[in-house]
């Protein structure tokens, strides 16, 4: 998916999160937008990528597109490394609902994601579209009717 669809889907999620936690909304949702973005830190012309050229270079030399950032094992590293800088549990939470939003609809996609790595199997969802095609439109569409309807009274 693109990065403009991941942004709104992550903010979805984080919406709809809210409905059912007493977090702050916005402090959820602002680290909702970094966690649906990090993913595709491997992936150079992305756009967190391209905010961090060389450790975007430097993971994709070292994983490739869509393995290990695109993994259940990377989620668990991210509750590791923010429980170890006793960050916010929004902040935390955001992260990892935004992260899972990312893979989500990244598994909606023909390429799929290595959601087990480091086993090499391609996870996708049986329905699938083509990043940048018409069908990721209407997903777009559809998340942020999402955002529209979760989102009354809270943003
Ligand atoms: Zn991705």
Redesign the pocket.
Known sequence: MTGKTHIIGGIAACVVTTRFTSYDPLLLTAAGIFGALL??ICHSGSKIGRKVPLLSKLVSTLFGH?TFT?SLLFLLLIQVLFSLFHLPEEITTGVLVGATS?LLL?AATKNGIKLLYPLQMTFRLPLTVRTGGPAENGILAVLVLLVVYFGQGII
């Open positions: 993913p595709d869509r695109h990312h990244d």
